[in-house]
Nanobody
């Protein structure tokens, strides 16, 4: 069993930045994916960014060029640097990891005011 704990959410003005962190309670092997999803009120959960072995990354079109995902395998941690935030980025952001099973964090709220 793996627990994921997110941090770094909060309230920020449009154009601002936030850096989310997610620490896994156990080692996630580098080959296995870790990433971030988000869910806005009344909408389905959607992929934001994911990182897999050899630092291959994939981003939602809506965040390309603004968000950067990175990973520190020694710390079992995945990060999401979010720049040029927009009100439409407002959502609960969930950390994700897959290692035989799929694991989710409890989520951290990101609110971007206009």
């Amino acid at each position: 069993q793996v627990q994921l704990e997110e941090s770094g959410g909060g309230l920020v003005q449009a154009g601002g930045s936030l850096n989310l962190s997610c620490v896994a309670s156990r080692r996630i092997f580098r080959i296995n994916p870790m990433g971030w999803y988000r869910q806005a009120p009344g909408k389905q959960r959607e992929l934001v960014a994911i990182i897999t072995g050899d630092d291959n990354t994939n981003y939602a079109d809506s965040v390309k060029g603004r968000f950067t995902i990175s990973r520190d395998n020694a710390k079992n941690t995945v990060y999401l640097q979010m720049n040029s935030l927009k009100p439409e980025d407002t959502a609960v952001y969930y950390c994700y990891a897959q290692q035989l099973l799929v694991y989710w964090g409890q989520g951290t709220q990101v609110t971007v005011s206009s």
